[in-house]
């Protein structure tokens, strides 16, 4: 059985009420789990306890700017994915974020459907996707990959014993491809794995 894939986890930090309600609105109904923040003090101890997935930053507030919050949020969580948006862009607090990891720097008023790429990159790269197929497809990569290697397998060793392609295998690996189920039979047999192995929980 195929699990649900959970929702994602947004924290909203703006000391405008207007913009986080506004985030709140479009968040939501892009299916997120949303929580707003406008007093930035509290942040940090906020995505302590949170376990949020995805932190939505304004870069000028009054008790804190972003660069001190997004230092503090990086002290108590370096997973979380950090979107920064501003009405003041500056290449100096562009690189600054850049530096402490953040995904992407917008700018106010944000295009909605660039918006809409950045938290579909996020998601993807922290494996948080929408459709249960494409999340099935990151845990068959994951597994294959930590199976390989655990045997002290390449790619290109891999190609040999199970006559498939090493562009191919790369793809499995990093779930940019869906793999048949006579591939799958080729890659748990090369592994010496029944191929019910390769599907992690699911």
Sequence with gaps: ??????????????????????????????GFEVRTLSDATKVEDEVRVGA????????????????????????????????????????????QAMQLEAVDYLSKPFNPEEFREVLERVRRKKGLLKSPEENLHRVIGETVRGLRKARGLTLKQMSKRTNLSVSLLSQIERAESSASISSLFKIATALDVRIQSLFGDY
């Design 1 to 30: 059985m195929v699990k649900a894939v959970a929702a994602v986890r947004v924290l909203v930090v703006d000391d405008d009420k207007d913009v986080c309600d506004f985030m709140e609105t479009f968040l939501v109904k892009d």
């Design 52 to 95: 949020y997935n995805l932190l939505i930053l304004d870069m000028m507030m009054p008790q804190l700017d972003g660069i001190s919050v997004l230092k503090a949020v990086r002290k108590v969580d370096s997973d979380i994915a950090v979107v920064v948006f501003t009405g003041y862009p500056s290449i100096e607090t562009a690189v």
